[in-house]
């Protein structure tokens, strides 16, 4: 059976031909970048025009460019670097929305004694900017919003945000991990001091990502070692991902005028034919400010893991913000915070799309899910009497 | 992904007794849309026997596999029968549940406890749906907390979490849970205590005449239908003196039966500490 994978939000496949840019670093080339020999001294060449072509995406410098091991490790440092660089500042502003590398560890920094504001979201998953003005202080260290989200594709003003948050002379942190290679970003212009991306979220291997900390912002390194990274990131580079982040962010750069020509145009028809074919769904997210490749959608009266595996029967990958698939008990965070009603929370699923989509897998999908709505409509004990739900606990 | 067994995938794909019943006898309703899974179960009966059972179930696929299983295991039983099922013989049934999806089964077996009241005409809800609410976010009580911890012999506030839905969410009721767990495996231990034998409150006299008794009735028969046999010398505080006799004496797995066998039965029934030496 074909897969049709449109689960691209959660990882990509390796570009061939990032592949074959990495492949011989994990062969013959297996010298370390720091060494004197020309041996190593070829790999340290790779990493810095890795590093160039990483810059060259996001228009910084590429002594702005940190390599990390993923995008978790660059929000956390970020993050801390802000927090410690500037002891006498106690307060966080960040939003409901984040991805749990950014929520978790405000909340966990709560316990240790910071200040945080969450900002909520309305509900198109947008933020109240009146609001995010509102909360800064003083002693404000550091705002941290996404530049757009994993679940909805919902993405934020970041230049009007940046004006804001700027003007106060407080640091500005974005975890763009779904942002990069979706989205022109131009650092010259938008004036972030930490942001944080991730190679396999744009056709790169998992293990590798990037931070961008502009110049003359105060840092302080989590990994503490050697000189590598300019004393930011102790520790051997991981040449063979670096050197495959530099190609799929040459390559993404490329792609990118498709991502927001073919590759929306296959996700408006996605979502275009799934709304007409199936009743009683809605969108979530923002309808306009999106991520060209994120439709997310919310099947009333069904639960998302039901649909997940019936698509999977199908060879269809995609995801849900339902209770059921994450562990947890209660359905994601983003839509929560946005507000989706509890009828249709609990069926929300996620496709997102890549350079790699075709139309037949589309219409695939299009011809497929609505059998699959259908029959799990007639399973359900709330289809036949309208919303009202039995028992107890509501 | 979760590790669903072959049975649980084949129940959620192919659902057995799918629908409403409209002329059912019992109809029993749990769950919400908010908690993210619902179970209405519908029973036909024949007399006092489950003639016919069907579901409609909003949920993931352990909660449509746990319903269609607990419809084809009811079907047939007396309603007796049918209110001894626990949510563990329905895992059972299929193969087992991931730990985090063992509430569907609970729920499985709330709505068939909650349709046999329907037909037995009585209107409140089961006592223990009635009890104090512990978990505001999943309208999780009390006794529905006490009744899993007991029977599925629960031990963190996880595993009620993973079987009721308790904890959950906000986590407020965290503290709440973890009192209900050291109560229910504190009266628990209390009742097998007083089930053990006290070991450790024998007089040296009481010692001597519970290792005899146990020797006399139990270990000498024993050896004896093997042509060996077995004397008690002297009970020494701790130390069980004994003498072989028979083919015993010559057998050359005797320490084996003195210390795998003898000293195991008696630590087991007399006191732990006791040591069994051949003189």
Redesign the interface.
Known sequence: MAIIYLDNNATTRVDPAVFEAMAPYLTELYGNPSSMHTFGGQVGKAVTAAREQVAALIGCQPGEVVFTSCGTEGDNTAIRSALEAQPEKRHLVTTKVEHPAVLNLANHLVKKGYHLTTLGVDSQGQLDLDELKASLRDDTALVSVMYANNETGTVFPLPAIADLVKSRGILLHTDAVQAVGKLPIDLKTLPVDFLVLSGHKLHGPKGVGALYVRRGTPFRPSLIGGHQEGGRRGGTENVPGIVALGKACEMARVHLPEENTRVKALRDRLEAGLLAAVPDTLLNGHPTDRLPNTVSLSFKFVEGEAILLLLDQLGICASSGSACTSGSLEPSHVLRAMGVPFTYAHGSIRFSLSRFTTEAEVDAVVAGVPGIIARLRAMSPFRDDGAEPPGRGT | M?DYTDKV?EH??N?RN???MDDADGVG????????????LFLKMDGDRIADATF??????S??ASSSALTEMVKGLTLDEALKITNKDIADYLGGLPK??MHCSVMGREALEAAINNYRGIEA?TPE?DGEVVCE????TEPQIRRAIEENDLKAVEDV?HYT?AG??CERCIPDIQRLLAEVRGAQERRAEAERPTPKKLTNLQRIQRVQQVIDEEIRPRLQADGGDLELVDVDGLRVLVSLRGTCAHCPSSQLTLKGGVEARLREVVDPELQVEEV
């Open positions: 979760w995938k959620f794909l659902p799918v629908g409403k309703e749990v769950g919400s849309l908010a908690c993210g899974d619902a179970l209405r409609q179930t909003f949920g993931c696929g909660a449509i985090e999806k809800p749906l976010c999943f309208g999780v979490t839905k959950g969410g």
